[in-house]
């Protein structure tokens, strides 16, 4: 059976790289450079969140972009979502609590800048924007956003914060900030994502780690901290009541401090007899 399966991948195999030579074949090399094929060469796209790779033109023609890559642009639009912000596009982001109509401000390559849109609750390209996008620099402004969901390479900063809830879900290696004041925070992290809160002062905090991300708290009251992994979570307050669940290599910091689950001490070995005389 095993020989059966393998003799059918191989051919699998063969048919593959016989169908890919005669399509280069009838195509030419020129193919490959002019469309029907993107090579990239270090490119990443808008999944990996990277900054660098190509961006195909309205006229249908591939277009480089990188640091140099045409004019830089700022374009402002109306804030239309309500308490949650959710970034479907690589950006690093600045939310500002401010009172009045929320807004949100997009600074980048000008082709880029042009084709984000607000929808709802979510911030993201348009359509017709290209399959290769940069990274975009943009700061909101609302006066009552509490959730934030950030992935890939995003970054988020959150500045004068003060209301009562904040939840934060984190995934991939984004980077969060935040300063400013609420009662009860939920941050949950998953891959090996920055979460750094230690200007955001806190009564109560609910962590939940899966990965080796990091984070840094401060809660004057209570705190529950659940890591599984590699997870590390470093505590800049002494809370009154302090839970924690540590499954693997995670650990919770006091200063510098480690909380870790301790082996069991070792049996005392028994004390010699002195031989009676």
Partial sequence: MIRVLFMIAA???VLSVGTLSAAIAIG???AVTRGGWHMFSGGWGERDNHTHGRWDSDDGGPGDWGPDAGPQATRTLAWTGGDSLDLGLAADVRYVQADGPGTVTVTGPQRAVDRVVVR???????????HWRPKLSIVVRAPAINRFDVAGYNALAIEGYRQKTLRLDVAGMAKVTASGEVEDLELDISGKGDVDLGALKTRGADVDISGAAEAT???????RLDISGAGDVRLLTN???????????????????ARTPSPPSPPQAPSPKSDKL
């Fill in 11 to 13: 051919a699998g195999f």
């Fill in 28 to 30: 030419g090399p020129e």
């Fill in 239 to 257: 809370p009154r009541s302090l839970e924690t669940d540590i499954s693997g290599a995670g650990k919770v910091r006091q200063g510098e401090a």
């Fill in 217 to 223: 708290i401060a809660p004057t009251e209570w705190a």
């Fill in 120 to 130: 709802g609750d979510s911030i993201r390209y348009g359509r017709g924007g290209g």
